[in-house]
């Protein structure tokens, strides 16, 4: 085995984050990291490159116990972690990243471009990765940043590599051009760890795998042998036959309407659909299909250069998202700490943020009122937080995720745009994110569901509406397959 | 226990203050004075009073680095209108409203054109200050009536009347960042103004707003600093920004915005104070104090940035 990690524990002050980790990893193969947020991947991988020192625990390295004091230290024995958020420099070009801290100096500590380009190329030829060792890496793709880092892991010749969520904000394409890659090491007798959320991807890229449970290793085989439910049920402890189920209702009335919708900037074309209450619209396509451009447009951030929204059957201006908001229309986004939620400020404050109307009289705030309303509604959405006066940022995922989703509640918005709502959130979470959506339909919310997991949008959607090139291509029942949507998504206009 | 430490840390400026008022009342028999703490107070009053309108404009992701002038040209405009005969409680309103309209401008501007704050206020520094320069031909206003000295320097029920026009000021800009719809949205803007913007928040109004309220504090804090002078000087108040941004930033203020406290900046604004007024007590010259306040600033920030790190 290239690396064995027995029994290891790791205490954070007093909150224990690994009671039994367990995992090998042989030369040549992909091994799949899986565990909910908290089950211990993230601090396993910290202690595996240095960043973090283990309480016990035996670690071999082609069968040697070693230790480890420092990132510095794993990389020189040969193992290097591959970020999952791009820590590059964005004005420097390809080649500096690469070589980045490690520069070949001459006399006086000059840095000689020329010759770090050189490498660079040699290198990405070697890999045969789509890359130019000059452009900037602020011009690069998701992707491309994602290959950066991938050659800053390998330039100096490591024997294990470390993707942690590689493909999270990736197209398809560009996740199929990471796999490629991840092959290509593998063929090359490197081993990799591959931390995913996404269960689609598993079999298309793993050789074993090793499920993590609240910090103990509950399960570690071969991928082949073991079906996808038993290992979600590996993740998270309990049958999960439920967490896709949903009862369908007969939709009601329109409530948003959107007529042969246009945005040139966008490169949105003639779109209309319907929206009806008590109905979840799935919707998926291809990254840059114009999915989160049209939920911008309805929303009011990009200004519409044709078409007509109507709201009820009324026709509504909408301009700015403030007359989407005042209009019943919440935007769920797909990067909630960017654009959903003020980090810093405590759950109650970003749950009245939309309506702050409700807890106010004559410009003052009812603080009594505003904790109140905000404990109620977390604990109807099962928050879990020590209190409301916690600061959002500190939350996890799924409970970010639910704060946000609080702030519509709490507008009483009854239109719901949701671009991409379980990105970056594990499946426990995720199965209650579904769960509130559910509620959301029966209670009468008409929803737009904006996904790139397509077994989810097969679960959850009552029909789902394909986009591809800024127009939507199709629409599909919710028993349709993938391969249905796929060629949606896909085809040529000429076929 | 988290929770305890974060409350020991949020207290970190306050027993600094605490400790550096002990150890001057030991070190000089003059500090506890009546006559010394009363001439504190007024010194404070105008760096706190600036301060004050700074916290809002910096919690809501702002910056006004045009401050100084601000005071400048509103002591200046308001002491103008005094030598012309307007009674004094109108020649203090104008100064004040010449703040409004000078903290409006600037609001107007970073959320219409959309410029950082800092760039657009660096550029009000220039022109507030070049406006005050050519309405007075570079020449301070000498003419005022005695009676306005009594902002600055008169006592109410003997206390300072500027320490009642603070507490006044305090209690007020408290009550917004904490009780008003106004103070919610500058933190919610500070914090994230994308989320703000799309949680329907109309944005652009409170950003005018928070620099209008900034601006009046400021031109207050001209009319006291005119009336401690007994003259509208169109030079008046340069380089203050960096004394208020500096109250804020110890008191626990962020310049990413969504973190600042009343109670924080005036412990800010006192610590400078105390430490100006201990360095004069204890004959340590000018130029050393320049050195201390500059890197009493770095140490603040760096405490309180290692407190956020391990918070995170």
């Given amino acids: 085995m290239l690396l064995e990690l027995q029994d290891i524990h790791k205490k954070y002050g007093g909150v224990t984050a690994l009671r039994s980790g367990n995992l090998s990893v042989a030369a040549g193969e992909v091994h799949l990291l899986l565990g909910e947020n908290g089950a211990g991947k993230s601090t396993l991988m910290k202690i595996v490159a240095g960043v973090v020192e283990r309480d016990s625990g035996r670690m071999l390295w082609n069968g040697n116990e070693f230790f480890l004091r420092s990132p510095s230290e794993a990389a020189a024995i040969g193992i290097a972690m591959v970020n999952q958020e791009s820590l590059l420099a964005p004005h420097m070009s390809v080649a500096e990243n690469i070589f980045l801290g490690r520069e070949d100096r001459g006399a006086f500590g000059w840095v000689n471009r020329r010759r770090i380009v050189h490498k660079a190329r040699r290198l990405i030829e070697q890999y045969g990765f789509p890359l130019n060792a000059e452009s900037r890496v602020d011009r690069l793709s998701p992707a491309g940043r994602q290959l950066v880092e991938i050659c800053r892991a390998i330039h100096h010749g490591s024997s294990l590599l470390i993707f942690d969520e590689p493909t999270s904000s990736l197209s398809d394409t560009e996740t199929q051009q990471v796999f490629r890659i991840v092959r290509d090491l593998k063929a090359r007798n490197m081993g990799i760890i591959y931390i995913t959320h996404r269960m689609d991807e598993l079999r298309a890229i793993g050789d074993r795998v090793t499920v993590l449970r609240d910090g103990n290793t509950v399960h570690t085989g071969n991928l082949a042998d073991i079906p996808t439910d038993r290992l979600i049920q590996h993740m998270v402890g309990r049958e999960v036959s439920a967490i896709y189920e949903r009862e369908h209702l007969i939709p009601g009335a329109p409530a948003l309407e959107v007529r042969d919708l246009s945005v040139r900037r966008s490169r949105l074309k003639n779109i209309s659909f319907v929206l009806r209450k008590g109905e979840i619209t799935g919707m998926a396509g291809l990254i840059g299909a114009g999915r989160t451009e049209l939920c911008r447009a309805v929303f009011g951030i990009d200004p519409i250069d044709s078409g007509t929204i109507l709201i009820k059957g009324d026709a509504a201006r909408i301009r700015t998202p403030r007359d989407a908001v005042k209009r019943g229309i919440a935007l769920v986004t797909e990067d909630r700490q960017i654009s959903g939620l003020a980090l810093r400020l405590p759950i109650a404050a970003n749950v009245t943020m939309a309506n702050v109307e409700r807890i106010s009289r004559f410009g003052f705030l009812d603080l009594k009122k505003q904790n109140r309303l905000a404990a109620e509604l977390g604990h109807k959405l099962r928050l879990k937080s020590a209190s409301t006066a916690q600061p959002a940022g500190t939350l996890s995922g799924g409970n970010q995720q639910k704060v946000v989703i609080a702030k519509w509640l709490f507008r009483d918005a009854e239109i719901f745009l949701f671009d991409e709502p379980t990105r970056g959130i594990d499946i426990g979470a995720k199965a209650e994110v579904f769960e509130l959506m559910s509620e959301l339909a029966r209670s009468g919310a008409a929803i737009l569901m904006v996904s790139s997991e397509l077994p989810e949008l097969l679960h959850v959607a009552d029909r789902i509406l394909v986009m591809r090139q800024g127009r939507i291509s199709g629409e599909l029942p919710r028993n349709s397959t993938q391969e249905q949507i796929m060629n949606l998504a896909v085809m040529d206009s000429a076929a | ?312």
Avoid at chain 2, 75 to 91: C, F, K
Avoid at chain 2, 125 to 133: E, M, P, V
Avoid at chain 2, 141 to 170: D, K, Q, T, Y
Avoid at chain 2, 286 to 294: C, P
Wanted: contains cysteine; proline residues 4%; hydrophobic residues 50%.
């Fill in chain 2, 1 to 312: 226990m988290k929770l305890n430490s974060r409350v020991t840390q949020k207290l970190l400026p306050f027993v600094s203050l605490i400790v550096l008022f002990i150890a001057l009342s030991i070190t000089s028999p003059y500090f506890l004075t009546a006559n010394n703490l009363a001439s504190v107070a007024r010194q404070t009053a105008v760096f706190n009073t600036m301060a004050l309108g700074m916290t809002i404009v910096i919690v809501s992701g702002g910056i006004d680095l045009s401050v100084g002038s601000i005071l400048g040209l509103s002591g200046l405009v308001g002491t103008m209108a005094l030598e012309r005969g307007y009674p004094i409680p109108v020649g203090v309103l104008i100064g004040l409203l010449v703040g409004t309209a000078c903290g409006f401008a600037n609001g107007l501007m970073v959320a219409k054109l959309r410029i950082p704050p800092f760039v657009v206020t660096l550029g009000t520094l220039g022109i507030f200050r070049g406006l005050a320069l050519i309405i007075s031909n570079g020449l301070p206003v000498h003419r005022i009536p005695p009676g306005f000295s009594f902002l600055g320097e008169g006592n109410l029920l003997g206390v300072p009347f500027v320490v009642w026009m603070l507490v006044i000021c305090a209690v007020a800009v408290h009550v917004i960042l904490e009780h008003t719809r106004l103070g919610r949205y500058a933190f919610a803007i500070g914090s994230n103004k994308i989320a703000s913007l799309y949680a329907g928040i109309p944005v652009d109004f409170h950003v005018m707003a928070v620099y209008a309220i900034g601006g009046t504090l400021t031109g207050l804090a001209g009319m006291v600093e005119a009336s401690r002078l007994m003259t509208g000087q169109p030079t008046a108040g340069q380089g203050y920004e960096l004394q208020a941004i500096a109250a804020v930033v110890i008191g626990g203020g962020s310049l990413n915005g969504g973190e600042g406290s009343v109670v924080g900046t005036l412990i800010g604004a006192f610590i400078m104070g105390l430490l100006s007024n201990g360095a004069d007590l204890l004959n340590i010259s000018n130029y050393w104090q320049q050195v201390i306040i500059g890197a009493v600033i770095i140490l603040a920030v760096t405490l309180d940035e290692l407190r956020k790190r391990r918070a995170a």
